[in-house]
Structure formats: structure tokens, C-alpha cells
């Protein structure tokens, strides 16, 4: 089947830096991707849909200036959150949606810990 | 507006045993419903999903869900539970391919030896 990766897997880093996820699908273009967010036993939180080459549709509440998502090609979408706080360590997964078969397939997820 | 709603947070069955998960739905045109597993620190696997074809959806590893529209159901099954179902599972619900998919709180299955 289909495959999302994301990068890093695992990411800790220092209040007040910024840290860049990577989502990419490695056998499809994905024309819209979605980032989530996975706090601890919760379930998933969609956080923007992103769609290639234009600007990415946020939810309710989330801070668009405080998770930067960028879809600059058909394989990749990366979610920056600036200025990291302890308060924004989380799991964040991504998922690609595949225009062929209109499947949406989820990455691995990433464990991001802000210290 | 959609939502799905899981009762239950946590499930516990003997191996061997039969598994359900509960999903109730809510939705005001015709819905998309999928069954996702997580393993620990991993991400979502997609064990099945209804698109209005036949109301008994036949997954992976065993599963099975019912659509019941007049119960606004979608309940996940296995006859047989084994040890290595045990993960949680979350249902979810999305009113077209394209669009993005709401997930429910989660069911952690535990499976008792």
C-alpha cells in the first residue's frame, strides 16, 4: 500500500526553538495533506489541511503564526512550530490524501518533547 | 456537523473471546466511517471502512463492522480475540473522500491471557 513518512521520528528540543516536521508520501502525489495533533491517551486533533501551493486552512483555535505549514510540492508538507514551549510537546501525525484512489494514508507520527 | 462518539475508553476480553467496540455516529448527510488501530508510538493503521457500498464491512486481521443507519451505529467485531489486538482503536467519520476525517476519543483494547 501506499506510504507516508515522516521526519524525524523523535525530536527534543529547547523552550523557544523552532522545530521543522517533515511529512512526504514516497509513492503518490498528494495534492492535500492534514496535520494532527496526539496528546497523551487522547485521541487525534486535526490541527490545518494543507494543500499544495496554496495556504493551509487552519481549525478553530489553532495558532496559525505558531505552527507554520508549508506544501511546496506534491510529496511534502512540513509543519514548524516556532517558538516551542513544554506545553507543545506532543505527538504530531500527518496523513496524505491520494487523489488516484481518494485514500487518505497516515504517517508514523512524530514525538516531539520540548524542554 | 460530524462527530463520532466511543463508548468505552477501555475494553478488556480474554483471548479467544469475542471483541466489541462501540461507535455511534452523528452526521447530517450520508457519512464515510473507518476503523483505524495505533499500536504504542506509532501511527494509524486502517483496519476498515464503510462507503455506502454493503453495510457489513470486512477488514483486516479479523475485524468486521455493521452500518446500521437506524442506529446510527458502526460497531467494530472479531470472533476471536488474539493477543496481539491489543492497541487502541479509534473510530472515525468524514462526509466525503476529499475532506478531512473527525476522529472519536479512542477504545484501548486490552486482551487478558
Known amino acids: 500500500g501506499a506510504v507516508v513518512s515522516q521526519h524525524p521520528s523523535r525530536v527534543i528540543c529547547k523552550s523557544g526553538t523552532s522545530v521543522k516536521i517533515e511529512c512526504r508520501s514516497l509513492?503518490?502525489?498528494?495534492?492535500?495533506m492534514f496535520w494532527y495533533r496526539q496528546f497523551p491517551k487522547k485521541s487525534l486533533m486535526l490541527m490545518a489541511t494543507?494543500?499544495?501551493?496554496?495556504?493551509?486552512?487552519?481549525e478553530q483555535g489553532v495558532e496559525k503564526d505558531k505552527f507554520l505549514i508549508n506544501h511546496a510540492s506534491l510529496t511534502l508538507s512540513t509543519l514548524t512550530v516556532t517558538s516551542a514551549h513544554p506545553e507543545d510537546s506532543s505527538f504530531y501525525i500527518c496523513?496524505?490524501?491520494?487523489?488516484?484512489?481518494?485514500?487518505?494514508?497516515f504517517g508514523p507520527g512524530t514525538r516531539l518533547t520540548v524542554t | 456537523a460530524q462527530s463520532v462518539t466511543q463508548l468505552g475508553s477501555h475494553v478488556s476480553v480474554s483471548e479467544g473471546a469475542l471483541v466489541l467496540l462501540r461507535c455511534n455516529y452523528s452526521?447530517?448527510?450520508?457519512?464515510?466511517l473507518f476503523w483505524y488501530v495505533q499500536y504504542p508510538n506509532q501511527g494509524l493503521q486502517l483496519l476498515l471502512k464503510?462507503?455506502?457500498?454493503?453495510?457489513l464491512v470486512k477488514g483486516i486481521n479479523g475485524f468486521e463492522a455493521e452500518f446500521k443507519k437506524s442506529e446510527t451505529s458502526f460497531h467494530l467485531t472479531k470472533p476471536s480475540a488474539h493477543m496481539s489486538d491489543a492497541a487502541e482503536y479509534f473510530c472515525?467519520?468524514?462526509?466525503?473522500?476529499?475532506?478531512?476525517?473527525?476522529f472519536g476519543s479512542g477504545t484501548r483494547l486490552s486482551i487478558r491471557p
Open positions: 496523513s496524505a490524501r491520494d487523489p488516484l484512489t481518494d485514500e487518505q494514508y
Open positions: 494543507s494543500n499544495e501551493g496554496s495556504k493551509a486552512t487552519y
Open positions: 452526521s447530517s448527510v450520508p457519512p464515510y
Open positions: 509513492d503518490f502525489q498528494a495534492t492535500t
Open positions: 472515525a467519520v468524514t462526509y466525503s473522500s476529499a475532506s478531512k476525517i473527525i
Open positions: 464503510y462507503t455506502s457500498a454493503a453495510t
